[in-house]
């Protein structure tokens, strides 16, 4: 890999741009993680009518340490297989200064080291984790070769690194941690045999219940909801709502005055955590169009307003 190919891609994410890296498991597109608005364009590139969290890569554990709290148990994981295809659920601290948009609101953060030394290199120098779902477009394959990112997502995106073809061509295994016990959230290359063997037993595989709901205890909800009820496509407030504006609507805060999805996007988690912190009562949103990555943040918000069991 040319240093000079390096030191390009380094400067579009400090820049807020887009740029497709290698990795030992499949190409990602990369963003500057506490960029928001960089974060919303990779949705608005994967063509996704919905907020997934993402994966937030790093090129050390310092770095990572400033994200999340890692017990001594993860950091026993780590140590065993960083880098590498292993993703860690952990808890988020306050003061991380990753977007909010990358983990959609939740209150965990997926992190992982990746196998590939053009892609640490350009973590290291940028000095900051990048975020990096899989570089395709949205229902369609993740992609394994240079070539396979170019033609899913032609000129879209700033920059691909060329890394060769990726070793393990599947997806990472994410695990989270409920008390003592490692759960498998997504399963990949590193398997629960060689969990077991570098941890224990108490190793298991996610299992959601036959109605879909969420069994084990602890944080693994799928999507954010705030405490306050939410009402949308509100225009006029009622007493005592809280609004988040929209273009011309201003409300109390406004996710773009100017109308830009794209600001709106990297905004919407932060504004609803900082609504419901603010209000006793109901939180109120204005229109948004549903276009583009307007489709995702109305995904978002009718997940967020729907009736739910608490
Ligand atoms: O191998 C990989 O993991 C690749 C390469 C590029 O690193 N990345 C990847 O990212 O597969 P993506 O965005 O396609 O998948 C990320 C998965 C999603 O299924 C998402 O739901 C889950 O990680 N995830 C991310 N943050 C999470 C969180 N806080 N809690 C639970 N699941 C999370
Ligand atoms: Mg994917």
């Not at 994981?77 to 590498?84: D, E, N, T, V």
């Not at 350009?122 to 394994?144: F, Q, V």
């Not at 406004?254 to 999805?261: I, K, P, Q, V």
């Amino acid at each position: 890999m040319l240093k000079q190919d390096i030191e390009q891609a380094v400067e579009i994410l400090r820049n807020g741009g887009l740029v497709a890296v290698p990795t030992e498991t499949v190409y990602g597109i990369a963003a500057d993680a506490t960029n928001g608005e960089a974060v919303a364009h990779i949705f608005e590139v994967k063509g996704r009518p919905h907020f997934n969290p993402l994966i937030c890569h790093i090129s050390s554990i310092a770095m990572a340490e400033k994200l999340v709290n890692i017990s001594p148990q993860a950091a026993a994981l780590m140590q065993k297989f960083w880098p590498g295809p292993l993703t860690f659920v952990l808890p988020k601290k306050n003061n991380s200064p990753v977007s909010g948009l990358v983990s959609a609101g939740l209150d965990t953060l997926a992190i992982r080291m990746p196998d590939h030394k053009a892609t640490q290199t350009i973590i290291e120098e940028l000095d900051r984790p990048i975020a990096a779902p899989s570089a395709n477009l949205s229902g369609k394959i993740s992609p394994t070769t240079a070539a396979h990112v170019t033609s899913g997502l032609g000129n879209t995106i700033d920059m691909v690194i060329n890394g060769g073809d990726c070793k393990e061509g599947i997806e990472s295994t994410i695990i989270t941690f409920n008390n003592d016990q490692v759960i498998i959230l997504r399963p990949g290359t590193i398997t629960k045999a060689m969990l077991i063997e570098a941890y224990g037993p108490n190793v298991s595989e996610f299992k959601a219940s036959s109605d879909g709901k969420i069994t084990a205890p602890g944080q693994l909800a799928s999507h954010y909801a705030p405490e306050a009820s939410l009402r949308l496509n509100v225009t006029e407030p009622r007493d005592g709502e809280y609004l988040i504006g929209f273009g011309d609507i201003k409300g109390d805060i406004s996710l773009s005055e100017t109308g830009n999805l794209r600001q709106a996007a990297s905004n919407l988690f932060k504004h609803l955590i900082t609504a419901d912190t603010l209000t006793s009562g109901s939180i109120a949103v204005a229109p948004i169009p549903a276009d583009g990555i307007g489709l995702a943040i109305n995904d978002r918000l009718k997940r967020a307003a729907a009736p739910r069991d608490k």
